[in-house]
């Protein structure tokens, strides 16, 4: 099993910046990727970005230029704790959503949410204009 806890969401104004951090742990040596997803109220899920153990990364278009994922992990091993983190600049009110990380053996970033078996709780961000 893979456990995933969200960090960083808060309230912002927009053109502000916020850091999102997922910590993984458990059985962390069956991840290939890992990505992070939005859902605003009264809309789908959506994918914002993920990224492979080679360091590939995905985005959607609507954050493309603002937003950035990065990890950090010395080696894919069972039991190792991996965090992966989403940069979030020029935040938008359109960008306000609850958050969520994601895990996947699957071993390309994608943004679809079916590539993915492990999710988090989610953590809030509120962009005000």
């Known amino acids: 099993q893979v456990q995933l806890v969200e960090s960083g969401g808060g309230s912002v104004q927009a053109g502000g910046s916020l850091r999102l951090s997922c910590a993984a742990s458990?059985?962390?040596?069956?991840?290939?990727?890992m990505g992070w997803f939005r859902q605003a109220p009264g809309k789908e899920r959506e994918g914002v970005a993920a990224?492979?153990?080679?360091?590939?990364?995905?985005?959607?278009?609507?954050?493309k230029g603002r937003f950035s994922i990065f990890q950090d992990n010395a080696i894919f091993q069972d039991n190792a704790k991996i965090t992966v983190y989403l940069h979030m600049n020029s935040l938008e009110p359109e960008d306000t959503a609850m958050y969520y990380c994601t895990a996947s053996v699957w071993r390309h970033p994608s943004l679809s949410s079916q590539s993915y078996s492990y999710w988090g709780q989610g953590t809030q961000v509120t962009v005000s204009s």
């Open positions: 458990g059985y962390t040596g069956s991840i290939n990727s």
């Open positions: 990224i492979d153990r080679g360091g590939g990364t995905a985005y959607a278009d609507s954050v």
